[in-house]
């Protein structure tokens, strides 16, 4: 190792030897200690890189690799060379072989004013002997109290930025990993020769400062890394018992029955078939059985015309239907209708695929569709009624949400689109508007009404504009197809609004200028500087989809914060007062 050593110093000599105070080799041996910090950096960078492919799978051969990193490159390799360094000046006090050319160590000779570099650099003594015996010079044990002490404590900080840069998007944890081994190796180190270790620790600071920018410049790991690496196993299909391949004669003759399914089970707000009618106790079920045909009309709520839905108001107006609020008059129970404006063919296919893709999904953060009927007045889709108040109103009304509201809110969006991601249904008209608060203050996603299944291109509209312009993704905007990420974007957008009451770009003039500024990719310049969610919204709100974050992890990585918080994603969003009808 002490040759090793020599060559680094001899090195570091040949790069770096200016002639003044307090000597050529004195500044020589800090710029040893400068590339003794590449090691270290190196090590960040190697950490950095390793993640771009595993993520943040912190087991079996990745941890293992990282705790050899560390090891290696934050303890050993500094430890060996800073005391071969120190080993070749006492070499050359002692007047022994150094490993040096002769005309190096005859330059160890000159005096720059605190007496030859042989013993400035290696006739005093070490770190140890230097802190716990101190000279009657105090002003000398300052001077080495402050860097011995300070200088180390002052790299084990950049040590640990560096950790935290290398393990972006990820648990904070396993930079132990590497500033812990530098920690080691600032006191395995006492035995260095006092002056020698100043010089090192001297030229080490600034490249453990400037390791920032290469380790920065890697870049985190991206977002579906991220979330392969959180997936769960699978569980083995080995742990369920498998039917033997050769059957008996007996068996092959007369196979058993095989046991009836299961009756599906709904979550008591999932997109589940609507109930059928039962029959009271008090009632005799004959009768029902022998007169089959429609329930009997509830009275007071006699349906106008051939309907079997009266209206009761309007709710909304949209692009492509109006919502009316209706009494189901054959099962008593109030409704949610919306109604095409024009019942042509397109029309009737646009409502066919909303009710496909709302029957689709089973969360109780959707919105239920109950029935596709035909009314007199075009193709009607029959929904859950929820009453309540939209994000939009309850924003407008009541401020901007706080942090845990925010994140209970951006968690059930996220998971409730990603159960419609999973079915392979996009929603592409997030907005405040389209997610309804309870009174319970539970937030519901409504309004499927341009959402279109992957290979439903073909049933978008020319010329139609797809979305609101305040809240619609750039990509989609630009006349890219509809994707996740858009999605995405949108909940993500949504979010901003619901901290701050602006959308994340500004209002707009007009529709237009909020579609141009959309298509251009502006960048958002209302998002909540103060909110926990900032770095994360800033993330999802990226104008390229590849760098956003999947709905998955944004749930897990909200949850998590809801959960450190000392709450979760259960609570209601706000609470509200139940409007009088």
Not at 4 to 32: K, R, V
Not at 144 to 160: D, E, H, K, R, S
Not at 511 to 528: K, N
Request: charged share 15%; aromatic share 8%.
């Amino acid at each position: 190792m002490e040759s090793i050593a020599s060559a680094l110093l001899s090195l570091a000599y040949q790069l770096f030897q200016p002639g003044f105070w307090p000597g050529d080799w004195a500044w020589a041996t800090s710029m040893a200690g400068a590339l003794i910090g590449l090691f270290p950096v190196g090590t960040a960078v190697g950490v950095a890189l390793m993640r771009k492919f595993t993520g943040n799978r912190y087991h079996g051969g990745a941890l293992a690799a990282l705790g050899v990193l560390g090891v290696v490159g934050m303890l050993l390799i500094p430890w060996f060379l800073t005391t071969g360094v120190s080993s070749v000046f006492r070499a050359a006090f002692a007047g022994q072989s150094t490993g040096l050319s002769v005309a190096e160590v005859a330059a160890m000779q000159q005096d720059y004013g605190l007496g030859p570099q042989t013993e400035y650099l290696g006739g005093k003594r070490n770190v140890y002997e230097t802190l716990f015996y101190p000279s009657d010079n105090v002003l000398t044990y300052g001077f080495y109290l402050v860097t011995l002490v300070g200088l180390p404590v002052l790299i084990l900080l950049a040590i640990m930025l560096l950790g935290r840069i290398a393990l972006r998007r990820g648990p904070k944890w396993p930079g132990r990993l590497l500033w812990v081994p530098f920690v080691v190796f600032v006191i395995v180190s006492a035995g260095v020769e006092v002056n020698v270790a100043v010089h090192v620790w001297l030229g080490f600071l600034p490249v453990a400062i400037l390791g920032v920018i290469p380790v920065s410049l890697v870049g985190p790991p991206s977002w579906s890394t991220i979330e392969n690496s959180d997936r769960r196993p699978e569980p083995k299909a080995a742990e369920q018992p498998q039917q033997p391949v050769h059957l008996n004669p007996r068996e092959q003759e007369s196979p058993p029955p095989a046991p009836p399914p299961p009756a599906k089970q709904y979550a008591p707000t999932s997109v589940a078939p609507a109930p059928e009618p039962t029959v009271a106790a008090s009632e005799p079920p004959a009768e029902l059985a022998a007169a089959p045909g429609p329930v009997p009309v509830v009275p007071g709520s006699a349906p106008t015309g051939s309907s079997r839905f009266r209206r009761v108001k309007r709710l909304g107006h949209g692009g492509f239907g109006t919502v009316w609020q209706a009494i189901d008059t054959q099962l008593g129970r109030t409704v949610a209708m919306k109604i095409a404006h024009a019942p042509d063919r397109d029309t009737e296919e646009r409502m066919q695929r909303e009710a496909r893709a709302l029957a689709a999904l089973s969360h109780p953060n959707c919105v239920r569709v109950y029935d596709l009927v035909e009314e007199p007045d075009g193709l009607a889709l029959v929904m859950e009624y929820l009453e309540g108040q939209p994000l939009a109103e309850v924003v407008d009304n009541g401020g901007p949400l706080d942090d845990v509201a925010a994140g209970r809110l951006w968690a059930t969006m996220a998971s409730a689109l990603a159960a419609a991601h999973s079915k392979g249904v996009l929603h592409r008209d997030i907005k405040p508007s389209n997610i309804i608060i309870d009174p319970m203050g539970v937030a519901h996603l409504i309004d499927f009404g341009i959402a279109r299944s992957r290979g439903d291109s073909k049933l978008t509209a020319t010329g139609m504009m797809v979305g609101t312009p305040d809240y619609v993704a750039p990509e989609a905007a630009a006349g890219a197809p509809a994707s996740p990420a858009s999605d995405a974007w949108q909940l993500a957008a949504t979010v901003s609004y619901a901290l701050t009451g602006q959308p994340p770009r500004g209002t707009r003039e007009t529709p237009m200028a909020a579609l141009m500024a959309a298509a251009r990719a502006e960048a958002p310049t209302h998002l909540p500087r103060q909110s926990v969610h900032a770095r994360l919204l800033a993330a999802s709100l990226d104008q390229q989809p590849r760098n956003r974050p999947t709905l998955n992890v944004v749930y897990r990585e909200v949850e998590g914060w809801l959960s450190r918080a000392g709450t979760s994603t259960d609570g209601p969003v706000t609470k509200l007062v139940p409007r009088q009808q």
